[in-house]
Structures are given as structure tokens and as C-alpha cells.
């Protein structure tokens, strides 16, 4: 499936920060994810550091329901991730992965 910007706020709204430095993020992930949003896959989600200029790697522990993002901080600084997570500034949130999304494809 393609993630579209729209769809990544969805999928974000089910992460708690466990930690967030500058160029690392790592989040907890509420197990409804995978009822409500069946229609993105573990591999989605992994492959979206190919499809979005910024996000270098993700990597998903299963077993305790984590995720862990790398990404430079001057391409997608820490301020957008924190609006991500919490849900605010979404519209511009959302223009600006589309705009990362562009740069790559």
C-alpha cells in the first residue's frame, strides 16, 4: 500500500514518545494499530525511509511494540516529529511530508 501523508498522521496517533533526541525517535505503539489501521503492513511502514526524503531508517521491534526512527534533523527537524505525535499542526505537517515525499519519487 502507498502510505500518503494523511495516512502517516493516522498511523502516528497510535505512538507515545519513549524518547525523542534530535535525529532519533523512539515510540511505543498502542496495539490497536493493528485492528484499526489493518490496511498498512509491517513492511509499509519499514519501506517509508525509502519514500520520504529525511527519514533515514526504521526499525520495528514486534516484541515489545516499539519503533525506532532515525532521521535528519535538518531535513524533518524535531519540532515536526513532536507535532506529529501530539496531533497539532497537522496541515502543515502533512505539506511538508508531501513535499519530502516529491523530492524522492
Known amino acids: ?3 500518503t501523508p494523511e495516512k502517516l498522521v493516522q ?4 505512538f507515545t514518545v519513549i524518547s525523542h533526541t534530535k535525529g532519533r525517535l523512539r515510540v511505543r505503539v498502542n496495539p490497536k494499530i493493528q485492528t484499526e489501521v489493518s490496511d498498512v503492513s509491517i513492511d509499509d511502514i519499514q519501506n517509508i525511509s525509502n519514500k520520504i526524503n529525511g527519514i533515514k531508517k526504521i526499525k520495528i521491534n514486534k516484541i515489545i511494540a516499539s519503533v525506532t526512527i532515525e532521521y535528519d ?3 524533518f527537524p ?3 516529529w513532536d507535532n506529529l505525535i ?3 499542526d ?3 505537517v502533512i505539506q511538508i ?3 519530502l515525499q516529491k523530492e524522492v519519487n
Not at 498511523?11 to 497510535?14: D, K, L, P, T, V
Open 11 to 14: 498511523i502516528a496517533s497510535y
Open 1 to 3: 500500500m502507498e502510505i
Open 78 to 80: 524535531k519540532q515536526h
Open 86 to 88: 501530539n496531533g497539532k
Open 97 to 99: 511530508i508531501t513535499n
Open 73 to 75: 534533523n535538518d531535513i
Open 90 to 92: 497537522l496541515d502543515e
